[in-house]
């Protein structure tokens, strides 16, 4: 997951600084380096406002594909339809949530809670179920209906 280089690449393109972006984004200067250097992981809400102010796909920000955008991509993110997407996907693999919550190392009951759509699947879990599923994040998320599978290498 190279997020970081390629956030920093995007915002040196259009000549903007960390501080306007940190703005942008409503944290601390410092916080967005963390974010920059991955030196902590950016939380999907964050990660979905730096993607709309440049109107890039979250999939192309993780790396999971060279799509900047999709057409008729959504701005929010829906934590019931991820739901919804989660559990449809781990059931299509005849899954557990604690087998899911295994690979993901996480623990069961946040399974639960994100197919219940109580909170946003953090960006480590998301990139890793991407990458598990080959299904795209934007799909995941909601931002997008169409399911876009992945070409990994």
């Known amino acids: 997951m190279e997020y970081g ?13 960390q501080k306007d972006i940190a703005r ?3 944290i601390a200067r410092s916080s967005y380096k963390q974010f920059e250097l991955q030196y902590d992981i ?24 060279k799509n900047r955008k999709y057409d ?17 996907l781990r059931k299509e693999k005849k899954m557990t949530q604690v087998k ?10 946040m399974i639960s809670e994100y197919e219940k759509g109580k909170y946003p699947i953090s960006t480590s879990s998301l990139y890793m179920i991407c990458k598990y599923f080959k299904v795209s994040a934007d799909y995941i998320t909601g931002k997008i209906d169409e399911k876009k599978e992945l070409v990994l290498n």
């Open 5 to 17: 280089l390629i956030m920093k690449q995007i915002r040196e393109q259009y000549n903007i600084s």
């Open 24 to 26: 942008i984004l409503g």
């Open 42 to 65: 950016i939380p999907l809400k964050r990660l979905n406002m730096f993607c709309n102010y440049f109107d890039l796909s979250i999939d192309y920000i993780l790396g999971l594909n």
């Open 72 to 88: 008729n991509s959504k701005k929010n993110l829906d934590l019931i339809i991820s739901g919804q997407r989660l559990k449809s």
């Open 100 to 109: 899911l919550a295994s690979i993901l190392n996480i623990a069961p009951c």
